[in-house]
């Protein structure tokens, strides 16, 4: 992709009316289509996360959360009747069994979709429907099994976008698809949907990192970069979305992704690669986590990403009368920025920052990397959480094939302790 991929991204005049149109139109058709199941689960007795599952009024799966005590949980589907069952999988089986505490609701509650609701919205969201796990006082509720062979079987989707193995040459991710994602979000869900893959079949004596793509761009930007990695030792993960959507949409979408996989797959630790607004996705996702999911994530290491947002975006958003949710969501001071660092990330987790300053661009508050202003790359917040700040004299999009870059990875991954994740 060219460097001016963001620009063209963020600057009305540059994407053309069209494009406006069509994620304005977009936005407006998800709200006329789409409802939000949503609720919040109770405090649990044993202190474990749950499995909340989204039942069709039949009875048939349709998709599922695992969800911390305390935790609200969001599906959003097209509107129809559904159901919610929840259960603590106590044996680890992702099957509900006749002993598990469990709480069903025959009929779940839903509400019209608020494209980027407020704190506010989203806490009446999460007031819909209330699980509180119980061993007895349900009737005998749907079979539910959500082992992955299962849930191949019964979701084509799933089985398509969820731990398979793919190429960087993948169809899906190419500029006819990343165009969708970023000016037609919602036929890109239709079409394509959020992924998660592997390059290689899962080994489990390996520690995945998962790479995180930024706006108007695929996992395929990895793939230079994915070269020099040490295969050997760790697996690499491709996690996809499409750039258009709000962005606590998509890094809700990713941790629930990371949930997954230490549920399932039970990695000793994990690691966490972001380029460019991938970054804001990245740290959003983190912050999801609980205390002990987030133990095992040990390395966060982000390249060239705006914390304090795009003046483009701002401009966009006060000049032209369309709705972009990036465009909110990267305009300097917005709640999504101010919610990156309104908590720490837990101690043990290694950031590292990379920077890119080349490729110095008049159009642009200078000095810049050619897309991205110095200034909000070095965010003060981001700066203080950081362990360890790197410059790197790369362009926005020339450092994902930067030897300095790539060897600085490597030493990141190499200073890994043995064991856990702090020295």
Aim: glycine letters at 6%; proline letters at 7%.
């Amino acid at each position: 992709m060219a460097v001016l991929r963001m620009v063209l991204a963020l600057v009305a005049v540059a994407c053309g009316g069209c494009s406006l149109l069509e994620v304005d139109r977009e936005m407006q058709q998800a709200r006329q289509e789409l409802v939000v199941v949503a609720g919040r689960l109770l405090a649990t007795d044993s202190g474990r996360s749950a499995l909340v599952a989204l039942l069709d009024g039949k009875g048939g799966f349709v998709a599922y959360r695992i969800v911390a005590p305390g935790e609200a949980f969001y599906f959003t589907q097209a509107p129809g009747d559904y159901q919610l069952l929840a259960f603590d999988d106590r044996n680890g089986n992702f099957a509900l069994d006749r002993d598990e505490p469990r709480h069903w609701l025959p009929q779940a509650r839903h509400a019209p979709l608020t494209v980027q609701p407020d704190l506010a919205e989203r806490e009446r969201l999460a007031q819909l429907n209330t699980l509180d796990l119980q061993v007895v006082g349900d009737a005998a509720p749907p079979r539910l099994d959500l082992r992955l062979e299962v849930l191949y079987r019964e979701q084509p989707r799933l089985q398509r976008n969820y731990l398979q193995v793919v190429k960087f040459t993948d169809p899906r991710f190419d500029d006819r698809h990343i165009q969708l994602g970023a000016w037609q979000p919602l036929s890109f869900m239709r079409e394509v949907g959020y992924g998660l893959y592997l390059l290689a079949p899962w080994d489990p004596a390996k520690e995945p990192i998962i790479l995180v793509h930024g706006i108007n761009a695929s996992p395929r930007d990895w793939q230079a970069l994915a070269a020099s990695l040490d295969l050997t030792r760790f697996q690499l993960v491709l996690f996809h979305y499409p750039s258009g959507l709000p962005l606590r949409n998509s890094a809700y979408m990713l941790s629930i992704a990371m949930r997954d996989m230490l549920l399932r797959l039970a990695p000793r630790r994990m690691h966490l690669f972001a380029h460019s607004m991938g970054g804001l996705v990245a740290r959003r996702a983190l912050q999801f986590l609980d205390e002990n999911e987030a133990r095992r994530l040990c390395l966060f290491a982000t390249l060239s990403t705006p914390w304090d947002g795009h003046p483009s975006a701002a401009t966009g958003v006060q000049r032209v009368p369309f709705e972009v949710p990036v465009w909110r969501d990267m305009a300097p001071g917005s709640p999504y920025l101010r919610a990156l660092f309104a908590r720490p990330l837990p101690a043990h987790i290694r950031q590292w920052m990379l920077v890119s300053y080349g490729g110095n661009r008049r159009l642009l508050p200078e000095p810049n990397d050619g897309v991205v202003p110095l200034a909000s790359e070095l965010r003060s917040a981001a700066q203080d959480e950081a362990g360890r700040l790197y410059l790197v004299d790369e362009s926005h999009t020339g450092i994902l094939h930067s030897r300095r870059a790539t060897a600085l990875l490597e030493r990141a991954l190499r200073e890994l302790p043995e064991q856990g994740c702090a020295d």
